[in-house]
């Protein structure tokens, strides 16, 4: 049986994304709004474990909503990897009476949640803050949007310069271990070919159809890779293709980190609006140990267990649709 929940803890945690701002601000003022005390622990669960840990108050999510980043800071901990780094961590919450704690961040984090939520008795919330859209279980991502209209907008700019020179330009998008960046801004941005962890690629085909496109001197092509495709990103198949066609004048863009950064789009402000607000309220309700998704534009609340054990995959229908538009 769960106790009430009276205080609570929120924290942003591995990779930061645009919005989880707006995500802080809603779990802040909901919690507020119902009474509860919320703190912040900074730099996610680095901080429970040292004990950094704020009292929030309304005014202090002022002004944030528009920011990228986290102003309660992120980090990868290692100590949380073990039960001693967790067992701190509780002690810590439990010397403040917060009993209950609210996780924004991607799959890692959620996985940190799952084995802290088996072994102590605060119940956890999960928001999914991640560049990557890689949580199962869920139509949308806090910072997704954000991150894919900015690869959009840079690789607008490059085309127009590939354009110019009729020249061969491979353009790497985040995505370890997810193409949904690629996907998307690949084909919002015409792309001729869209390389993702997902699919496999057959170069030899791609080879052809490029090698072909210079022999008729129409050699514009613009490929967008996921950092994490089959080959090992951008740099990789660059040098695949340049073995292959020596002469033709293949450029390599690596858009990195801009893709994090900047002010969130209005999308990831109102879904972080949103899933702040809901994770408050499913606390309250009781809810515990499950994550806050989006499907439908209905609100679901799925077991953090199964976000960590599924994986996403990307559907039939936009492999189809690439396919046949970017031939
Ligand atoms: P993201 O949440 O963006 O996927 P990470 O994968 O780096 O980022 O995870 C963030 C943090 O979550 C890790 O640094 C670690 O503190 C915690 N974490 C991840 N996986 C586990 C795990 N299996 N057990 C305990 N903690 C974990």
Same mark, same amino acid.
């Given at each position: 049986m769960v106790n009430k929940v009276t205080k609570i803890g929120v924290l942003t945690s591995g990779g930061d994304a645009p919005g989880m701002n707006a995500a802080i601000r809603a779990v802040v003022r909901t919690g507020i709004y119902h009474g509860l005390e919320v703190y912040g622990i900074l730099r996610g669960y680095q901080g429970m474990i040292d004990d950094d840990i704020i009292k929030m108050e309304t005014r202090s999510v002022a002004n944030i909503i528009q920011r990228g980043? *986290? @102003? &309660? =800071? *992120?980090? /990868?901990? $290692?100590?949380?990897?073990?039960?001693?780094? /967790?067992? /701190?961590?509780?002690?810590n919450l439990r010397a403040r009476d917060i009993n209950g704690l609210i996780v924004i961040g991607g799959d890692g984090s959620f996985r940190g949640a799952v084995k802290f939520s088996q072994e102590f008795d605060i119940p956890c919330i999960g928001l999914a803050g991640t560049i990557d859209k890689d949580i199962y279980g869920t139509d949308f991502t806090i910072g997704f949007d954000t991150a894919v209209n900015t690869a959009v907008e840079a690789i607008d700019k490059v085309r127009d310069t590939m354009d110019a020179h009729d020249r061969i330009f491979i353009i790497e998008v985040m995505g370890r271990d997810a193409g949904y960046i690629a996907l998307h801004s690949g084909i919002a941005t015409g792309a001729e070919n869209i390389l993702i962890p997902e699919r496999k690629t057959d170069i030899n085909d791609m080879i052809a159809s490029l090698q072909e496109k210079e022999r008729r001197k129409k050699l514009v092509n613009l490929i967008v890779v996921a950092e994490g495709d089959e080959f090992g990103g951008a740099n990789e198949v660059h040098k695949i293709l340049k073995e292959k066609m020596p002469h033709a004048e293949i450029r390599v863009c690596i858009l990195g980190h801009i893709q994090r950064g900047g002010s969130p789009s209005c999308l990831d402000r109102l879904i972080a609006s949103r899933m702040g607000f809901h994770a408050v309220e499913s606390l309250i309700e009781g809810r515990h140990n499950v994550f806050v998704g989006i499907m439908n534009n209905k609100m679901h609340y799925i077991p953090l267990?199964?976000?960590? $054990?599924? $994986?996403? =995959? @990307?559907?039939?229908?936009? &492999? /189809? @649709?690439? $396919? @046949? &538009?970017?031939?």
């Open positions: 980043g *986290t @102003i &309660l =800071k *992120t980090a /990868r901990c $290692k100590d949380f990897f073990e039960y001693e780094g /967790r067992q /701190r961590a509780y002690d267990e199964n976000a960590v $054990k599924n $994986k996403v =995959k @990307i559907s039939e229908e936009w &492999l /189809r @649709i690439v $396919k @046949i &538009l970017a031939s």
